[in-house]
């Protein structure tokens, strides 16, 4: 029962970053996960090479990964130098 009410609470603290009135950036966590695809990609890259297979993915697969990470990250950051502090 305990592991149940942990998950359940785990996964309503998830629900919580799409709330409007929230202490996270949404931009920051598509750009995080983002990143997070293609870190995994590189992996899964860099293992079919040692393996001597290749890794067939469009370019612009990736592409489009690199673009929404440095977008999101590139727009948080900007938020956040720009955004007058009183």
Known sequence: ??????????????????KDNNEFNEKTVIGFLSFAVMTIFAGADIVTGILGKPLVIQDTIFNSFVIITIG???IAEAGKIFSKKE
């Open 1 to 18: 029962m305990k592991l149940f009410t942990y998950v359940k609470n785990k996964f309503m603290g998830f629900a919580d970053i799409f």
């Open 72 to 74: 999101a990250l590139g």
